[in-house]
T-cell receptor, first 116, second 115 residues
C-alpha cells in the first residue's frame, strides 16, 4: 500500500504566486516525521522542511510552510511568492520506524515549473 | 565543510557487467543510507548503516547488490551482474543523529544506465 501519496505529477505556476504541493500519508505509528525535499535539475536532494507528528504548530522555514492536518493525514507544502529558482522536483517523505530501525519513505514527487 | 559526495556521477555499463558506486558521507556522520530512484517512480530505501554495521538492509532488491562500509567511513554499493532494471539514480545520504529532525543530507546521486 502506498504510504506517501503525491497526487500532482506536475504543476505550472506563475512567478510570484503561492503554490501548494499536496502530500498525504498513511501510518499507524503515533510517532512519525514528515519531510519535504527539493531536487533541482542538478540532481542533489535539498532538505526544505520537517514536521513532527507531535508538533503543535505548523513548521515554517522562510518561504516554505507545511500545512499539517493530522486528522486528514496530509502534509502539504506551501511556497509563498514563488521564484523561477523554485522550479524543481519536490518530494514528500515520511520517517518510518520498523523494529527500531528508521528510514524515509518517499512519494513519487511533483515537478513544479515556475513561469515568468 | 564538504557535503555527501558520490562517485561516479554517471555510469553506463552493459548487462552482465559489474559496477561499484561509492559514497563519502559528511565527516562524523555515523548513519549512512542508500536510496534508489528508478525512472518515474518514487525514491526507495535500500539500506542503512550505523557506522560499519548494517542496521537495516530490507530494501536491497536481491543478492546481486552488495553494500559495504568498512571502517565506518565511506560506503560502496556493488551491483554484480547488472541487469536492465537496475538502471536508475542511486542516492546516498548521511546523518549524525537518528531521523528525528530533518538533518539527513543527500549526495547528488549516481546515475546508472544498464544497456
Amino acid at each position: 500500500a502506498q504510504k506517501i501519496t503525491q497526487t500532482q505529477p506536475g504543476m505550472f505556476v506563475q512567478e510570484k504566486e503561492a503554490v501548494t504541493l499536496d502530500c498525504t500519508y498513511d501510518t499507524s505509528d503515533p510517532s512519525y516525521g514528515l519531510f519535504w525535499y527539493k531536487q533541482p535539475s542538478s540532481g542533489e536532494m535539498i532538505f526544505l522542511i520537517y514536521q513532527g507528528s507531535y508538533d503543535q504548530q505548523n513548521a515554517t522555514e522562510g518561504r516554505y510552510s507545511l500545512n499539517f492536518q493530522k486528522a486528514r493525514k496530509s502534509a502539504n507544502l506551501v511556497i509563498s511568492a514563488s521564484q523561477l529558482g523554485d522550479s524543481a522536483m519536490y518530494f514528500c517523505a515520511m520517517r518510518e520506524r520498523i523494529q527500531g530501525a528508521q528510514k524515509l519513505v518517499f512519494g513519487q514527487g511533483t515537478r513544479l515549473t515556475i513561469n515568468p | 565543510e564538504a557535503g555527501v559526495t558520490q562517485f561516479p556521477s554517471h555510469s553506463v555499463i552493459e548487462k552482465g557487467q559489474t559496477v561499484t558506486l561509492r559514497c563519502d558521507p559528511i565527516s562524523g556522520h555515523d548513519n549512512l543510507y542508500w536510496y534508489r530512484r528508478v525512472m518515474g517512480k518514487e525514491i526507495k530505501f535500500l539500506l542503512h548503516f550505523v557506522k560499519e554495521s548494517k542496521q537495516d538492509e530490507s530494501g536491497m532488491p536481491n543478492n546481486r547488490f552488495l553494500a559495504e562500509r568498512t571502517g565506518g567511513t565511506y560506503s560502496t554499493l556493488k551491483v554484480q551482474p547488472a541487469e536492465l532494471e537496475d538502471s536508475g539514480v542511486y542516492f546516498c545520504a548521511s546523518s549524525q543523529l537518528a531521523l528525528n529532525t530533518g538533518e539527513l543530507f543527500f549526495g547528488e546521486g549516481s546515475r546508472l544506465t544498464v544497456l
